[in-house]
């Protein structure tokens, strides 16, 4: 077998994933009001935006969501959260005042590097679940993720079900058989074939046939097909007689999705949202190019090639970095980052963070050994010592003495935060 057929049965459930995520995204703007009365789903949120908080906006400003569809690691062990990958990865990019949502495709190969390694992207979530993949691709792309969705693929079919189905052309034959995965897809060429959760699953799952013929484009053939699928199912979901399918497709959603999203957050921003005809709602892939390193396949990503997508996406950040807080302006505060344990890379990681909740302007080093961190202000300032403590999650917040550099703020990491680089 080789890389390419090994790294395409590894993903052949990607797809799914990818679809899935980005019509519940669409489709949550049109069912919102009933969130607020799924007691758990709310319980779900709140405790995943403890984790991981959500970079919340004013509703006329562009956000990003990052759309994550995960494989199912190693179906015989039971807590098997650390060995999963993202099979899908994508951006859901929305602009109130442009009236246009964007849908950016990362491919899973995208080379990227992790403590000091080169890995693909999908292999992020490895390292630390979804709040590792999320910094990852905030500082591949530089930009700022608002909210998260992640998804298990196994709820495609339900989903595709629940809504009764897709109609889609085929453009050539399928013919496909992997007796270990019991996977057999067979497709007549035609149009407004009707296919049901399992049809779209096998749909989503083909790449090439028994003989070696297919898409000549391999996995981004496959992201363009699924563009062309998701733009169907977004179509049928706005169709008159969906409201009456709202029941089944909740419960899909309830038991699959995890999210940061709040239900008041989805309310605020899909208000405006559910104005968006199918026409506004645009698709592409991040631009690059594959390639073989040390006997590797990997996709390379090219920003020069990705400036349009990029510039929309920063939008984001800009925006996030004129955040205030009791009439302080957070980007213009002067941040220092100390690290107080052994763990190298500590100060840059909590710099990151800091940067994605609004603060610009920090540089970080070495202190000294702590157990507990610190956070040390300029004057006293209630309002400031309140952020800290919000933003921050510092118990410890103490006035600074003397210049210190004219800095408004120094963070001394101590062990307690060494948690921050897992």
């Not at 057929?5 to 009933?34: D, H, P, Q, T, W």
């Not at 990227?112 to 890995?119: A, C, E, H, L, Q």
Request: hydrophobic share 35%; with cysteine.
């Amino acid at each position: 077998m080789d890389i390419d057929e090994g790294m395409n049965k590894r993903r052949l459930k990607k797809l799914l994933c990818i679809a899935l995520s980005v019509v519940i995204c669409i489709f949550l703007i049109g069912v919102l009001y009933l969130f607020g009365a799924s007691r758990k789903l709310n319980e779900k949120v709140e405790s995943q935006a403890k984790i991981i908080k959500p970079v919340d906006t004013k509703r006329s400003l562009p956000i990003n969501i990052l759309i994550l569809g995960v494989d199912i690691g190693d179906p015989n062990i039971k807590e098997n959260e650390d060995i999963k990958r993202t099979d899908s990865m994508m951006i859901l990019h929305y602009n109130p005042s442009e009236k246009d949502i964007k849908v950016i495709s990362i491919p899973r190969d995208t080379k990227i590097k992790i403590n000091n390694k080169d890995i693909k992207i999908n292999s992020a979530y490895a390292f630390g679940g979804a709040k590792k993949t999320i910094e990852v691709v905030e500082n591949m792309l530089d930009t700022t993720i608002n909210y998260y969705i992640k998804l298990d693929y196994k709820a495609f079919t339900k989903f595709i079900d629940a809504i009764g189905g897709v109609n889609i052309d085929i453009e050539e034959d399928m013919n496909y058989d992997d007796e270990g995965q019991d996977l057999h897809i067979d497709f007549k060429k035609g149009r407004g074939i009707h296919l049901d959760g399992k049809k779209s699953e096998e749909f989503f799952r083909w790449r090439k046939n028994n003989d070696g013929t297919g898409l000549a484009e391999g996995d981004l053939g496959r992201i363009k097909n699924q563009h062309i699928f998701m733009e169907k199912v977004t179509k049928k979901i706005k169709s008159p007689m969906m409201p009456l399918r709202i029941p089944k497709i909740l419960s899909v959603i309830e038991e699959n999705v995890e999210t940061n999203m709040s239900p008041s957050a989805m309310i605020k921003h899909g208000s405006k949202g559910i104005e968006l005809s199918t026409r506004d709602i645009k698709f592409c892939i991040l631009e690059g190019e594959p390639k073989y390193i040390k006997g590797i396949s990997y996709f390379i990503y090219d920003k020069n090639k990705n400036k349009d997508t990029l510039q929309s996406l920063q939008s984001v950040s800009k925006t996030a970095s004129s955040i205030t807080s009791g009439g302080i302006d957070k980007s213009k505060l002067k941040v220092k980052v100390l690290n107080g344990t052994n763990v190298e890379g500590l100060a840059k990681v909590y710099s990151s963070m800091l940067k994605n909740l609004g603060y610009q302007n920090i540089i970080i080093g070495n202190g000294e050994k702590l157990m507990e961190s610190k956070a040390y202000i300029k004057d006293n300032n209630k309002d400031l010592k309140s952020i800290i403590k919000q933003d921050f999650n510092i118990k410890s917040v103490q006035s600074l003495e003397g210049k210190q550099g004219d800095f408004d703020i120094i963070i001394i990491l101590g062990e307690d935060k060494k948690t921050l680089k897992n």
